[in-house]
């Protein structure tokens, strides 16, 4: 994400967490004072040394503007971390309605702001030199720090033996690729090929020891020549399972139950992969969010238990085709000679056509988006076993998005309804720090415009898999199942919003990931049906033997 403009990401955190202040004072009926403790209070003990070092500095301020009913956009262009510099202010939270109608909305917010300052001189100070950069301050610089461990290369942090998989589940490790059961011999990880197994469990699937019977390592007796398949996921955000809380954006369900877990969320670079559609294993315990969880790894193991945490999500947030030939692919962990063959899903449902910055020249061409994705192509043929299967999804059409949430209420209006997506859409758009620009925005010339880019991508896309040929796998396109997952969800009596992230806006949910599998299983099915594997005869003796094969 850019830093934006008229203040960019600075001024969105300020004017969302200055209204969300001003909520908790009014429910709890405190002076904006407490409500700005009581905020901090919530936070883990790690970040309230940084909740408490901010309230110093600009609270005065806030306090003073928030108490005589100023909004919160108000309050932070007086603070100056909102600007004008494009000429626009970008507004969040409805003015007052009582001067409404005289004056424009933009002259009516410029003279609140021109009064405000008068009114607060005597508050301000020298920010810059109380807060010179917010990662400096040495409160926040083990948040900044962690934040620059997400890197760029997208590979497990704690992984001692340099295999690319670690035993630790954040920082790209068990969340996001089966674990590593020995972590000091780089030799051993999932996803190997049936090798002795005799002592040792060389491949972390849970299965090893010898039939007493036999004399037949269990590993070759059931397992070997069974078609095993890894998962691995090639992808971006929606890929990866972004999710943002909704608790965090919505003033009444504010607490500190709702932030126990930020640092693992953190961590996890607010993704759920452990939940999502290609590489889900696991059903949720987060109370925000329910809905059932089905995956392609899931189906694969329970077509093939010698399948155990043989996954890879490698959804990264941003991700379009050329970040993922130029680095994504390669954090790929898969050896053609070592390992079984792979599954793989490459799905950049979006990003190339959604950073858009008030122009098109961000969006990538046909002719670049069939480059990059053969780069990628290529690179994945370089590493996988023979009897692999690659299935590319093309972008989807995000109209959907506006069309169905454009007039609801966003979860930061929750409390007087009124604020809606529309309006969110917008303003981050005036910030430049929206993650679809093209898509997320009231102006349907700009929706349609990216739409047809994407549909262009699409093609780019499926004549690259009919034109070209890979040595070590066949490649199937297939345009994503958004359409069908709405209509699915609608037949059975759901309602479409309840199919998107409510925070964003844009991404799907745990409700459509269950829903996209269970989908485009029924078209491998129906369509591709040599892509799914065979059924392994030794399941149930495996499950008698093994139990859950060691977990996760
Ligand atoms: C809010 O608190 C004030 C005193 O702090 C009290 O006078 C008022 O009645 C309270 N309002 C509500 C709705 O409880
Ligand atoms: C926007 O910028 C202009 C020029 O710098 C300034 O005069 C005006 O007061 C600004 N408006 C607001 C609301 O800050
Ligand atoms: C999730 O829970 C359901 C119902 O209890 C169960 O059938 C299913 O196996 C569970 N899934 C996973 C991945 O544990
Ligand atoms: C929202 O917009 C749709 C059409 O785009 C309309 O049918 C619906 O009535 C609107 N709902 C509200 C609450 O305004
Ligand atoms: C929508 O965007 C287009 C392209 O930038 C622009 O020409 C048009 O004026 C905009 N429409 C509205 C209603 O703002
Ligand atoms: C793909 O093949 C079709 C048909 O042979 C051809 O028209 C097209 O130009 C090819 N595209 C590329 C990018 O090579
Ligand atoms: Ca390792
Ligand atoms: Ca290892
Ligand atoms: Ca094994």
């Not at 920010?127 to 083990?142: E, R, S």
């Not at 930020?262 to 329910?290: A, C, H, Q, V």
């Not at 269950?514 to 499950?543: C, D, F, G, H």
Request: glycine residues 8%; aromatic residues 10%.
């Amino acid at each position: 994400m850019t830093n934006g403009q008229n203040g960019g990401v600075s001024c969105a955190a300020c004017t969302i967490l200055t209204g969300l202040v001003e909520q908790l004072a009014e429910i709890y009926n405190i002076s904006i004072d407490d409500a700005l403790s009581k905020y901090c209070g919530f936070l883990p003990s790690g970040f309230q040394g940084a909740c408490t070092a901010l309230v110093d500095v600009y609270g005065p301020i806030v306090i003073n503007l928030l108490e005589k009913k100023e909004t919160p956009d108000v309050v932070c262009l007086t603070l100056g971390i909102c600007t004008n510099e494009t000429g626009h202010v970008c507004r969040l939270f409805p003015l007052p309605s009582r001067h409404r109608g005289a004056i424009s909305e933009a002259e009516e917010l410029r003279q609140r702001v021109a009064a405000a300052k008068q009114r607060v001189h005597h508050l301000r100070r020298d920010y810059a030199a109380l807060l010179p950069d917010i990662c400096k301050i040495p409160v926040i610089k083990p948040i900044c720090d962690l934040l620059d461990r997400f890197g760029n290369d997208h590979l497990p942090v704690d992984d001692v033996d340099g295999d690319y998989f670690s035993d630790l589940q954040t920082f790209r490790g068990t969340s996001w690729r089966g674990k590593d059961c020995n972590d000091f011999d780089a030799d051993v990880h999932p996803g190997r090929r049936t090798v002795d197994d005799a002592v040792f469990d060389t491949n972390c699937n849970g299965i090893f020891g010898v039939d007493g019977d036999t004399g037949e390592t269990y590993e070759k007796k059931w397992c070997e020549g069974t078609g095993q398949m890894g998962t691995v996921l090639l992808g971006d955000s929606a890929g990866a399972h972004f999710h943002i809380p909704p608790a965090w954006f919505t003033s009444s369900e504010l607490s500190e139950e709702a932030f126990k877990d930020l640092f693992f969320i953190l961590e996890n670079e607010f993704d759920w992969p452990m939940l999502s559609s290609s590489t889900g294993y696991k059903n949720s315990t987060w109370p925000d969010i329910s809905g059932p969880v089905d995956s392609t790894y899931l189906r694969l193991r329970e077509f093939n238990r010698c399948n155990h945490r043989d996954y890879q999500n490698i959804g990264v947030n941003g991700a379009r085709a050329s970040a993922m030939a130029d680095t994504i692919v390669k954090s790929l962990a898969r050896d053609g000679l070592k390992d079984n063959p792979v599954f793989l899903m490459l799905a950049l449902i979006g990003n190339d056509v959604c950073n858009g910055h008030h122009d098109s020249s961000h969006m990538t061409t046909p002719t670049e988006f069939y480059q990059k994705n053969l780069e990628t192509f290529r690179y994945v043929d370089s590493k996988v076993a023979p009897g692999s299967v690659l299935l590319a999804t093309g972008l989807v059409d995000g109209r959907i998005l506006y069309d169905t949430l454009h007039n609801r209420t966003h979860p930061l209006g929750s409390l007087h309804n009124d604020v809606t997506y529309s309006t969110v859409y917008d303003y981050l758009n005036c910030l430049d720090v929206s993650p679809c620009f093209g898509w997320l925005n009231s102006n349907k010339t700009w929706r349609d415009y990216t739409t047809e880019r994407a549909l262009q991508l699409n093609k780019a896309l499926k004549e690259l898999v009919a034109n070209e040929t890979f040595k070590n796998f066949k490649a199937y396109y297939f345009d994503p199942t958004v359409p069908q997952v709405f209509e699915y969800w609608e037949e059975h009596g759901g309602e479409a919003w309840q199919l998107i992230e409510p925070v964003d806006g844009f991404h799907p949910n745990q409700i459509s990931n269950e829903l996209n599998t269970k989908i485009s299983w029924e078209l491998y099915r129906n369509y591709t049906p040599e892509v799914i594997p065979p059924i392994n005869p030794y399941n149930e003796l495996i499950a008698q033997k093994f139990g859950d094969q060691g977990g996760y």
